[in-house]
């Protein structure tokens, strides 16, 4: 029989609807019935791709004795952390200074109050490898609060003075220098791996904010290591298991040290972080790998992670039929059935196939020799080894989608949209993929009539419903992808979007006391504290993309206060940029924008016509990453062509030269002459 999830549109909370446990999502009955009755709260928090969560739900949640203790003793609350991140911050908090650890699943348990007195991550149904199992955490919980609920108190008493305290800014007094960019440098290039690529030993996670501001530090000059640290990383990931051979797309992370085997789920925000950095090392060296991986990753979206209205789905599972990673591994006769003994071999040989294989009995494909080597050593042209991949890889994807696939959670998330929009954008400019940029224009527009109601961004999207009102991230990372679709299209009206979610955001989320931002609006329940989380992850943190995109707000739109509101935060966290810089990656990538006085080009053309593609092909055929790009496409007729230049300082009172498309690039306050050549254009982009 069902219980109440049954209801929810979490995927996640849906896979758990048919539990034994009488499950509650979070909200008010469950908090009333906690009070009510006087029973703490047991609160598991989870995600739909997190294989750890599906053992302790196949171990736990479907044991009856087990889910009867449950019953008994707790109001027992189910969340979906990618739906409240809110709430997966401020316990999360509360385990790790529990436990000094933290992950998923994570089991907290709440007085009625919503305050934590215990937790931990995974529980094991019996006591195994000097873990208590659940049965015997549940009994000491429930003993604990019944009889020494003193002792309870003072936990939450505790607890709840301490939390909240990593989210707090100073007041920022410090002054903003290159000093502390390279002090960053100097801190992540002890920690690089030189024989793997990657920073830090297994279990090694891409960290591409990191690489990010590795090439912004390439870029001004100030060490040329910095790009060969990227590219290393870059490298060894493509060719690695963590990368999906056939599919493309990056699994979440490597195990071990050298990217060979990785935890197997999909995460949409990793592939459009992703995404951006391999076409960002693209734009610096020219190189096809980056650019064939860039287009990979994002064909893979359009493949499988896309909505038909147009809406990016979140994450691909690690298990299918109960299995991590089956969906993915290949036994050599498989290989030679499908592509016969010839090619079957040779392609098996250059993907690492062997009998004893690599994980556990089967193959993870991954490219163990450069491709030039392995031609050399098979007797083959380089060309003949690229002809063998080409025919041979849609032959065996072709087969893979025959087995049964890892579970896709297709709820649609909006701050991870805006990351993979800015990626599509970026991408289809670049590229000039059209396609690509009509899969950004088709989610922006998604976002636009789905996740937009009343004033309000809202968080996530499945099935007809969207719900849950957003937070920072959400805004600040629509925001980003508005921009970007902007300036690949001109396209006015995601400006203005921009703006007026700029405004929302600054309302909603400002905290004019310390001159940051809180992840929670105004208008969000009140929790135990409210998040703060200032460290850039998995994903860049709200505060971080909301300074940037306003920093890029205040140019675009000479609007003074977004410039004020964009840099504040930049001095409170200096130090930590300096001293911790993986857990602020996304910030030196701000602070850089905010110091190096970024370039201001505005260009005025038609359309597709030619000298206008050829001025934004200069634009966009290079690494500009302190750069705002406005412009006007002059053969737009009507209300878009006429208000295309109000409120942008850059493109009042400019327009074509002699008829002819026109640049204009200006930096700090000075202009130089229009162009209408590429070459010279070309001549005043360079640092």
């Not at 991986?293 to 299918?320: C, H, K, N, W």
């Not at 893979?400 to 959670?409: L, S």
Request: hydrophobic letters at 40%; one cysteine or more; aromatic letters at 10%.
């Amino acid at each position: 029989m069902a219980n109440r999830l049954i209801n929810e549109t979490s995927p996640y909370l849906l896979q758990h609807a048919e539990n034994p446990v009488d499950w509650y999502a979070w909200g008010e009955e469950a908090l009333s019935r906690s009070r009510d009755e006087d029973k703490p709260i047991l609160l598991s928090i989870g995600y739909s791709a997190c294989h750890w969560c599906h053992v302790m739900e196949r171990e736990s949640f479907e044991d009856e004795a087990i889910a009867n203790l449950m019953n008994a003793n707790f109001v027992n609350i189910k969340v979906d952390r990618e739906e409240r991140p809110d709430l997966d911050a401020v316990y999360m908090e509360a385990v790790q200074m529990l436990t000094g650890s933290g992950g998923w699943p994570m089991t907290v348990f709440l007085t009625p109050e919503g305050k934590p007195f215990y937790g931990g991550t995974y529980y094991p149904p019996t006591d195994r490898m000097g873990m208590p199992g659940f049965p015997r955490v549940l009994l000491a919980v429930t003993e604990a609060y019944r009889t020494n609920r003193e002792e309870v108190e003072r936990v939450t008493g505790q607890l709840t003075e301490q939390m909240g305290r990593t989210g707090q800014l100073p007041q920022g007094t410090n002054l903003l220098s290159v000093d502390i960019l390279h002090e960053a440098y100097s801190k992540l290039a002890a920690n690089f791996d030189y024989q793997n690529g990657g920073f830090g030993a297994a279990p090694k996670f891409p960290q591409p904010m990191t690489p990010e501001f590795l090439l912004r530090y390439y870029h001004h000059g100030y060490n040329q290591r910095a790009l060969d640290m990227v590219e290393m990383t870059l490298e060894k990931m493509a060719y690695g298991g963590m990368y999906d051979q056939l599919g493309g797309g990056f699994h979440r992370y490597s195990t071990d040290a050298y990217w060979l085997v990785p935890h197997f789920e999909k995460m949409l925000y990793d592939n459009a972080l992703l995404a951006r950095l391999y076409l960002h090392t693209f734009q610096i060296t020219g190189k096809r790998l980056y650019r064939r991986i860039t287009e990979e990753i994002l064909d893979y979206v359009v493949r499988e992670m896309t909505d038909p209205l147009g809406g990016f789905y979140s994450a691909q599972d690690a298990d299918s039929e109960g299995v991590e990673g089956k969906f993915f591994v290949w036994a050599p006769d498989e290989i030679t059935a499908a592509l016969g003994e010839e090619d079957g071999n040779l392609l098996g040989g250059f993907y690492g196939v062997t009998e004893a294989g690599n994980f556990e009995g089967s193959n993870i494909l991954n490219i163990h020799q450069a491709p030039e080597a392995f031609a050399l050593e098979h007797g083959i042209t380089e060309e003949d080894l690229e002809s063998l991949i080409a025919r041979g890889k849609p032959v065996l994807l072709e087969e893979r989608e025959k087995r049964i696939h890892p579970f896709r959670d297709d709820k649609v998330i909006a701050s991870w949209n805006g990351l993979m929009l800015r990626a599509f954008a970026e991408a289809g400019a670049t590229l000039g993929r059209g396609d690509y940029l009509a899969a950004a224009a088709a989610n922006a527009d998604f976002i636009d009539d789905e996740m937009y109601r009343d004033g309000r961004l809202l968080r996530t999207y499945r099935e007809g419903q969207s719900r849950i009102e957003g937070y920072l991230e959400d805004y600040a990372c629509v925001i980003d992808g508005f921009i970007a679709l902007y300036e690949a299209t001109f396209q006015r009206k995601w400006l203005d979007r921009a703006v007026v979610l700029a405004d929302t955001m600054i309302e909603l989320f400002w905290d004019e006391g310390v001159g940051g931002f809180y992840d929670t609006g105004l208008e969000h329940e009140t929790l135990v504290t409210r998040p703060r989380d200032v460290f850039d992850n998995a994903q860049p943190c709200g505060g971080s993309v909301a300074a940037e995109v306003l920093l890029r707000l205040a140019i675009i739109t000479g609007n003074e206060d977004y410039n004020l509101k964009g840099s504040q935060p930049l001095r409170a966290l200096s130090r930590v940029m300096s001293q911790a810089p993986g857990g602020a990656a996304y910030w030196l990538g701000v602070l850089d924008f905010y110091i190096s006085l970024p370039k201001e080009i505005a260009i005025f053309g038609s359309g597709n016509d030619e000298d206008t593609t050829a001025l934004l092909n200069t634009v966009y055929g290079r690494f500009l990453p302190n750069r705002v790009l406005v412009g006007v496409d002059m053969s737009a007729q009507g209300e878009e062509s006429a208000t295309s230049s109000e409120g942008i300082p850059l493109l009042e009172g400019r327009g074509l030269v002699d008829g002819k498309a026109a640049a204009f690039v200006c930096q700090n306050y000075v202009c130089q002459l229009p162009v209408t050549e590429a070459d010279a254009l070309a001549v005043q982009l360079q640092d």
